[in-house]
């Protein structure tokens, strides 16, 4: 019997977040959320792969994604940086020429697109109309100027490009930099807050700027403040607020194992909903499109927390998982994230988002 094929249209659409082993970066930001070599993270500097089975568990995850019934939204990251890797873009170019795929999302640090996009267009023969960049600029490693006339060759190659910028105690003047290039060449920029990770920024609170002036900042540059309103909830306490994860967007493990999120990967290995390497293995999400969040500690990373209704928003990119969704806040989730700010330490941060 024949494969009976559905058109996009008439599929669910989805989002996918797979974080796969690639682990070698060129770059060495204190600040790394994948950790520091030397101190045992999983950011490698003398290996491509983070473990030796990683490349095949990468070609696996692939092909059972291009099996799926749903309209995938793929973010495609890695441990390390995406661009050092051939294997990895041979992949990237096979998963975006398959039907059931909106877009794929690469993640990376913006340094080597001169270099390597045009061996993934040319060599690997990529389907640059489903290619999207979210590049975040890291201020200890790259200039803006060169951050920016990377992402501006990839965009006059067709590739969707938004610049993420880091909000951090030592990058002022780097940030606006790079917002005023980004307004020049009109390439879409995000201002994120920059997490203290491997206590790169002694005495700090977990986003660097909580106590600092600098967060201010946010305001200024018309930065997206409901989301991060709700990136400091879900920093605090997550649990109980709704949740759309499960519903229309899972994480996929550097194993191979799915669930509704990372948060929940982070927290309980039984959360798991199955393994994409079983080839039996086909998702089974939930109907309803909101449901508590389970989460006993933190809800960190931006992928998994935009899910959540109180992150909602009026702003979205049809090519991204880091920009929002569009949705309405319902007055008891809205009610709810006004407490969780109100019984939080007082901090700069928070007085500006109150107020702003």
């Known amino acids: 019997m024949s494969k009976v094929i559905l058109p996009m249209e008439s599929k669910k659409s989805i989002n996918v977040w797979f974080v796969c082993g690639l682990s070698l970066c060129n770059f060495d930001c204190a600040y790394c959320a994948s950790g520091v070599p030397n101190l045992q993270g999983k950011r490698t500097n003398d290996r491509e792969w983070e473990t030796e089975d990683g ?6 995850v692939l092909s059972w994604l291009s099996k799926q019934s ?10 390390g940086e995406p661009l050092v890797s051939r294997k990895f873009l041979e992949g990237v170019a096979y998963i975006s020429h398959s039907e059931n ?4 999302e690469l993640v990376s640090n913006g340094s080597l697109i001169r270099k390597r996009l045009p061996f993934l267009k040319n060599k690997c023969g990529v389907d640059l109309t489903k290619l999207s960049m979210w590049l975040t600029h ?3 490693e790259i200039t803006p100027k060169e951050f920016v006339d990377q992402a501006l060759y990839a965009k006059d190659q067709g590739v969707k490009v938004i610049v993420n910028s880091l909000l951090f ?3 002022e003047d780097s940030v606006l930099k790079l917002n005023q290039l980004c307004k020049k060449y009109e390439i879409d920029i995000n201002i994120d807050l920059g997490h203290n990770y491997n206590d790169a920024y002694p005495g700090t609170d977990y ?9 201010l900042l946010l305001g200024e540059l018309n930065s997206n403040l409901d989301v991060k309103r709700a990136a400091i909830v879900a920093s605090l306490k997550p649990k109980g607020f709704l949740c759309s994860a ?4 899972v994480f996929i493990s550097s194993k191979g194992d799915v669930f509704p999120c990372r948060s929940y990967y982070a927290g309980d290995p039984n959360n798991v909903l199955g393994s994409a390497l079983d080839e039996h293995f086909r998702l089974n999400l939930r109907q309803s499109e909101y449901s508590p969040c389970r989460v006993r500690d933190i809800c960190s990373c931006k992928e998994d927390y935009l899910h959540m209704q109180i992150a909602r928003t009026n702003q979205t990119d049809t090519k991204s998982l880091g920009v929002g969704y569009f949705g309405a806040v319902s007055d008891s989730e809205r009610s709810k994230m006004e407490s969780v700010l109100l019984q939080a330490n007082e901090t700069k941060l928070i007085k500006v988002l109150e107020t702003t």
């Not at 749903?70 to 441990?79: C, E, M």
């Open 55 to 60: 490349a095949f568990i990468f070609d696996k």
């Open 70 to 79: 749903y309209s995938i939204g793929l973010r495609l990251q890695t441990i």
């Open 101 to 104: 795929i909106r877009f794929v």
């Open 138 to 140: 890291h201020h200890t």
């Open 169 to 171: 105690p030592d990058n």
């Open 207 to 215: 986003f660097a700027v909580s106590q600092d002036d600098r967060s």
């Open 246 to 249: 499960g519903h229309d967007y």
